[in-house]
C-alpha cells in the first residue's frame, strides 16, 4: 500500500510559477513510476508529465512541455511538478498517481496507476 499526499497548490496570476509536492508513505518507493493527473471542471482526467522509478527519463503532454518539470527524490519518498508561466488553461485539480513497475518505464495512461492522491487545486487567474 501507497499513500500520496500532493501539496503546494493555489492561486497564481498568469505568468507565474508553483511547484507541486506528492509524499508517498510506505517502502520502496523507488519501485514506482510515478505520474501527475490533472482534471478541470467537465473534462476528462489528462496525464500532465511521468517519471520513471529513476528518475532519468520523463514524459510531459505537449500543453506544458517547456513550462512544466516533473522530479523525484528517492531518498524523501517525493515527486515533485515544478510549473512555470502557468495558463488559465492549466487550471484544474491536480493528482499524483504511483504504478507498480519492474520496468524502467512509466506510462501516460490512468489506468495504469494503483494509487492515487487526493488532489490539489492549482487555480490561475488571467
Known amino acids: 500500500q501507497v499513500q500520496l499526499v500532493e501539496s503546494g497548490g493555489g492561486l497564481v496570476q498568469a505568468g507565474g510559477s508553483l511547484r507541486l509536492s506528492c509524499a508517498a508513505s510506505?517502502?520502496?518507493?523507488?519501485?514506482?513510476?510515478m505520474g501527475w493527473f490533472r482534471q478541470a471542471p467537465g473534462k476528462e482526467r489528462v496525464v500532465v508529465a511521468t517519471i520513471i522509478r529513476s528518475g532519468e527519463n520523463t514524459y510531459y503532454a505537449d500543453s506544458v512541455k517547456g513550462r512544466f518539470t516533473i522530479s523525484r527524490d528517492n531518498t524523501k519518498n517525493t515527486v515533485y511538478l515544478r510549473m512555470n508561466n502557468l495558463k488559465p488553461e492549466d487550471t484544474a485539480s491536480y493528482c499524483c498517481a504511483a504504478q507498480l513497475t519492474f520496468r524502467d518505464y512509466a506510462s501516460p495512461n490512468a489506468g495504469s496507476y494503483n494509487y492515487w492522491g487526493q488532489g490539489t487545486q492549482v487555480t490561475v487567474s488571467s
Open positions: 510506505g517502502r520502496a518507493f523507488s519501485s514506482y513510476a
